[in-house]
């Protein structure tokens, strides 16, 4: 008998789930294509191509609505004699200045043998190095800058744009479509680069319930067999979709969650209670790797809130949380940081979502004061910092709450 045999019960095509899948057509997105379109449209008539700047959270389709645009436009252009267009897309995480982003550049349009060093060169030598290889690219460039908010700096936004008219370039005419997912990027750009590089901007809006609903059904067609998926699954993804974000992406995610929960349950259908199912799953892989990141003082104030928290304490002040921090950072044998330093641990723990925050006003005298409390499972948490939770012990309040991968004595944490 064979070890392996294929899973053939849910899935026709599982890929159509995942995150580099592109679909035919985007769905619920005429406005924004039609905006975005008009403003490619200076390509097919041979004339010097727009910056158009895109914005918007994640997963609300800004890379797939690009791609999609870009493929037709290759495909139009083509029809053309006079175009020669040259498409160069660059995702910018993991670069975080003008001058990783421009060497990187380069390297893409040279060819192996003739590479770059990522250092050591003077900024401006890249740059005309950069000139030099889209010059040589002729006639129409795109180039498209996503996830453009982790540059830092606004040297390259502000040559790019501005190099023919500089003289630096004298063939190619250089279009740059920019993309962030974060919206105060655009607000912290310098006027005069925000002139040019958000000359068309295009605001891709979070996505309601129902969009979400079109999202996956359009999806959920490729990837699953025919009446596999119970009627209340897709518009209970979609709905906790909504409710988190409004992102395509974790909708999707959570659909495809639920369905290989459904597989490995060896089920023939997915159901709500997968979706449910999923979404835990999911939630407890975001707060691992939330809490994971954190440092050792980042733990002692959320465990020290959390013991608040089962308590029934929350919502609590920080000068109530300290005494409990003081306590547990000595049982783990560190020192405590000073009251300020607790704060800021507080705060990015509520960045992360995984403690909230309401600040209260101080009766009549003025002053203000934020009041937390614990938003995640606690369980959960505990699990996903046991290292700390056992250097310092199990505090009384959680003994109950047994650890699954945690092995400790009560101690005087209790
Ligand atoms: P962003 O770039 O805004 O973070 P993406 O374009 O990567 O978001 O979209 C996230 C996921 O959702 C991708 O898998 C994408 O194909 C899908 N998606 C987003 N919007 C739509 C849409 N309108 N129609 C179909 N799929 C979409
Ligand atoms: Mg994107």
């Known amino acids: 008998m064979a070890l392996f045999e294929r899973d053939r019960d849910i899935y026709t095509d599982r890929d159509a789930l995942r995150e580099d899948y592109q679909p035919q057509e985007l769905v619920g997105r005429d406005d924004e294509l039609s905006t975005f379109q008009s403003a490619l449209q200076p390509v097919i008539n041979g004339e010097q191509p727009n910056n158009i700047f895109l914005y918007g959270k994640t997963g609300v389709g800004k890379t797939a609505a690009t791609r999609y645009l870009l493929s037709h436009l290759r495909e139009d252009a083509a029809s053309y004699d006079d175009i020669t267009l040259s498409l160069n897309f660059l995702n910018c995480d993991g670069l975080s200045s003008s001058y990783q982003v421009a060497t990187h550049l380069v390297n893409e349009l040279r060819d192996e043998s003739n ?135 974790q909708a999707i995610d959570l659909l495809m969650k639920a369905g290989d929960i459904a597989r490995d349950q060896d089920g023939d259908t997915v159901t709500e209670a997968h979706v449910d199912q999923g979404r835990n799953a999911l939630e407890r892989g975001r707060i691992e790797e939330g809490v994971r990141g954190l440092t050792e003082h980042g733990h002692l104030v959320l465990y020290a809130l959390l013991t608040h928290a089962v308590e029934g304490n929350t919502p609590v002040r920080s000068r109530d949380i300290r005494p409990r921090y003081t306590r547990f950072a000595e049982l783990a044998d560190r020192d405590p940081l000073v009251p300020r330093r607790m704060r800021d641990h507080l705060s990015e723990l509520t960045m992360l979502g995984i403690v909230g925050v309401t600040e209260r006003n101080e009766g009549r005298r003025g002053g203000t004061y934020r009041e937390y409390t614990l938003d995640m499972d606690v369980k959960q948490v505990l699990d996903a910092m046991s290292d700390t939770v056992e250097l310092v012990g199990i505090h009384e309040s959680v003994v109950d709450k047994a650890l699954d991968n945690v092995d400790i004595d009560m101690t005087d944490a209790a």
Not at 209 to 237: K, S, T, W, Y
Request: hydrophobic share 40%; net charge negative.
């Open 115 to 249: 590479q770059i060093s990522t250092t050591g060169y003077p900024l401006a030598a890249v740059y005309d190095m950069l000139w030099e290889e889209l010059d040589a690219l002729g006639d129409t460039v795109i180039i498209v800058l996503d996830e453009i908010d982790n540059i830092e700096d606004d040297s390259l936004l502000y040559q790019l744009p501005r190099a023919r008219a500089n003289n630096k370039l004298s063939n190619a005419k250089v279009g740059i479509i920019g993309i962030s997912n974060d919206f105060s990027f655009r607000e912290d750009l310098s006027p005069k680069v925000k002139s040019s590089l958000c000359e068309n901007e295009i605001h891709f809006p979070a996505y309601d319930a129902n969009d979400l609903i079109a999202i996956l059904e359009q999806r959920a067609d490729v990837a699953f067999h025919d009446g596999v998926l119970d009627d209340g699954v897709i518009p209970l993804c979609a709905a906790y979709g909504a409710k988190d974000a409004g992102d395509a992406r």
